[in-house]
């Protein structure tokens, strides 16, 4: 093959979103396995998946008591295939000791490459947005993700991952106990907050998010990403984050 014609077909592959090399040789998802099952996962129902969650983590994650524990368990956990591509896990950036939790949805390149969240151009902005109402990694915030691993391609999670992975988010939101969680972008706040309603109208308001008797104010805004190839709606972010601090305030927690 020519060498332009490598270039091409890379420039076309990575267009499409395959820009991971899993293995030398392709594989067939949809061959049969021995037992005669396909060897993709059928898609999971909803009724059944609170009792798939309770399989694939219990009892395991009645144990996790820390950070640490938590990280330790989610490098074991190997029930969620998005793992096998990616190549680091992203577990958090920001002080544990934080006021404001973030979450976002899933790890990007940059991300994938340093084993951090929103350190590419989307987490650029979020800094700076964070820090026009007084918020910092370095001083009150804790970022994760609702996916630990890197979809590949950035393609949107599956809900099958979603399920999979929510509990671990959630154990995490318990084991940080924020005075307030923003959720960035529409997966984050859908997975939270369990609504189908569209981000534009789960923002612009507070929500509560329920941890053992313990009920958490929640706010949802758009993604950063968005905020780059929508530059108008920066204005709903400000707004957003103008209310969450005027949350802090009132809970005597500003700055
Ligand atoms: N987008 C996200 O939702 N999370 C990251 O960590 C990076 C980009």
């Known amino acids: 093959m020519s060498k332009h014609a490598i270039k091409e077909t890379i420039d076309w592959l990575s267009e499409i979103g395959v820009d991971e090399i899993i293995s030398p040789q392709p594989t067939c998802k949809f061959e049969k396995a021995p037992d005669g099952h396909l060897s993709v996962e059928p898609v999971t129902q909803k009724s059944a998946v609170d009792e798939k969650v309770k399989e694939i983590h219990q009892p395991e994650m009645d144990h996790i008591q820390t950070l640490d524990d938590l990280q ?38 940059d991300e994938d490459r340093l084993g951090k969240p929103f350190v590419g151009m989307s987490g650029k902005l ?28 950035n393609r949107p999670p599956t809900q099958d991952e979603i399920d999979t992975c929510l509990p671990l988010i959630q154990k995490h939101i318990q084991l940080i106990n924020p005075a ?7 997966v984050a706040a859908k997975s939270l907050l369990a609504s189908k309603l569209a981000i534009s109208k789960l923002r ?14 929640l706010f949802a805004t758009y993604h950063p990403a968005f905020l780059l190839r929508s530059p108008y709606r920066k204005k709903d972010v400000w707004s957003d984050l103008l209310m969450a601090r005027q949350k802090l305030i009132t809970l005597g927690l500003e700055g």
């Open 72 to 109: 330790e368990y989610m490098k074991r956990f190997d029930r969620c295939e998005l793992k096998n591509t990616a190549t680091n896990m992203v577990f958090s950036d920001g002080t544990p000791k934080a006021t404001v939790m973030i979450i976002g949805e899933a790890p990007g390149a």
């Open 126 to 153: 979020l800094d700076k947005a964070l820090l026009s109402v007084g918020l910092s990694r370095e001083k009150n915030v804790y970022i994760s993700n609702i996916i630990p691993w890197r979809p590949p391609g």
């Open 180 to 186: 307030l969680i923003l959720c960035v972008g529409s």
């Open 204 to 217: 612009g308001g507070v929500h509560l998010y329920q941890v053992g008797d313990k009920q958490i104010p």
